[in-house]
């Protein structure tokens, strides 16, 4: 029962992660291919403000969900991370990279060194979620099995391709989706414009891989593709087909805080759809949850630990990003910084 109960906080945990973290490399993405100095200025001015709030706060998900995963189910945790532990330190590096290059790129002074932050960002937001989508393939495609030696065809499998390609896709139409609300927030509708277009074409994108990794599914990860088409994971799989119809709607009508929640709604019960047909396992089909959990001791704890989380840390997260999807928070200028020193010297 504990554990059970502990399985379905580690998935809500990595749907949290797959939410915020991916509008965040989403942005990177957009990033990347917004084109020169020139034609890609206004997109990354808004990237620059709309992150700057709450792109360090987004990884407090994946620290909670290693956390779980290590306390609660450390033959889970030792499997995956020796099978694959190419695609994850890789993604590691990346996360690293990418936070090094979004706070370096904006203080430096020299065109270069913006440039090569800027591509050291941008670049390491479209790389991490590939291997972190890769490595999620190799587990549910069951070839983190405990015991199994480190291999590329781990994680370079057909299902683990299209994860991968998955991952890509939905932070790039997840950080197309909020950068559109925040260029109104900014009053930009040239922008508003600009990633309406690109979230409805990463949709599409979306909706076309999903659909084609559910039949690869059937043939590379049988238990998987059987939990997707039915019960509780055949539900998750008809919310996320609803919330995209849903989504796609309100991009069309320009209706920015609601396309936001129903983009999120996308992406959680896709995650919530993947765990739901893993049932009972935590890597099909070698590892159930009950194999794979601690002491019932240390599971014990590990709830009220996420009791207390959810007691005195998920709402403040929360609050945060209230404030600054509302426009409350506003980064501090030049001026501002430059005039705070002089009455500090003062």
């Given at each position: ?104 790129r904006k203080p430096s002074r020299r065109l ?67 950068l559109a609300a925040d260029a109104r927030r ?54 996320a087909a609803l919330a995209t119809a849903a ?100």
């Amino acid at each position: 029962m504990t554990a059970g109960l502990v399985a379905v906080v580690l998935l809500l945990a990595v749907a949290a992660y797959a939410c915020a973290g991916g509008t965040d490399y989403g942005a990177g993405f957009w990033d990347l291919t917004a084109g020169g100095a020139e034609r890609g200025r206004r997109p990354r001015w808004l990237i620059d403000h709309a992150m700057a709030p709450v792109w360090e706060v987004n990884n407090v998900w994946l620290i909670f969900v290693f956390v779980i995963m290590w306390t609660g189910f450390p033959v889970l945790f030792q499997s995956v991370f020796s099978a694959m532990w190419l695609p994850l330190a890789l993604a590691a590096v990346g996360t690293v990279l990418r936070g090094a290059g979004f706070a370096l790129r904006k203080p430096s002074r020299r065109l270069a060194g913006r440039r090569l932050y800027g591509a050291v960002f941008a670049i390491s937001s479209l790389l991490t979620p590939f291997f972190l989508g890769a490595a999620a393939g190799g587990i549910a495609s069951g070839r983190a099995a405990p015991g199994t030696e480190p291999s590329a065809e781990a994680w370079s499998n057909p299902t683990s391709m299209l994860f991968g390609l998955l991952a890509v896709t939905t932070t790039a139409f997840l950080g197309a989706v909020f950068l559109a609300a925040d260029a109104r927030r900014f009053d930009a509708p040239d922008l508003d414009g600009y990633f309406r277009r690109r979230a409805l074409v990463a949709l599409a994108a979306v909706a076309v891989l999903a659909v084609i990794t559910l039949f690869v599914t059937h043939g590379d990860a049988p238990h998987v593709w059987h939990g997707l088409t039915h019960g509780v994971g055949l539900v998750f799989v008809v919310i996320a087909a609803l919330a995209t119809a849903a989504t796609a709607w309100l991009l069309l009508r320009a209706s920015a805080a609601w396309s936001r929640v129903a983009a999120v709604g996308v992406v959680a019960s896709a995650v919530l759809a993947w765990g739901m047909a893993q049932r009972p396992y935590l890597i099909p089909t070698s590892l159930t949850v009950a194999e794979g959990a601690g002491a019932p001791t240390t599971l014990r704890w590990l709830m009220l630990v996420s009791l207390v989380a959810v007691v005195l840390v998920f709402p403040a997260v929360a609050l945060l990003y209230w404030l600054d999807t509302h426009g409350e928070l506003e980064a501090l200028s030049d001026a501002d910084l430059r005039s705070s020193g002089a009455r500090d010297e003062g």
